[in-house]
């Protein structure tokens, strides 16, 4: 049974429509706490999300990058 190029087309852009419609109740809460979970382990024993070691360790580089700059700029004349 082939299909013409038509009806393929109708079928894609109808299972593009039920998949945004499906996807269009998510909070910005959940997609962003989705974002920064750990991918191995998400959530702790107790039920808490866990942040990515990776995300954290970026963030962190990028504090004290910003605090020696800062102390850098401020403190020397």
Do not use: C, Q, Y
Request: aromatic share 6%.
């Amino acid at each position: 049974m082939k299909m013409k190029k038509d009806e393929r087309a109708s079928a894609m852009v109808e299972r593009l429509r039920e998949f945004h419609d499906a996807d269009r109740g998510e909070r910005m809460r959940d997609i962003v706490l989705r974002w920064v979970e750990d991918p191995l382990k998400p959530k702790t024993a107790a039920g808490r999300p866990r942040i990515n070691p990776t995300l954290l360790l970026l963030a962190s580089l990028a504090v004290l990058t910003a605090g020696t700059f800062l102390f850098f700029s401020l403190v020397t004349p």
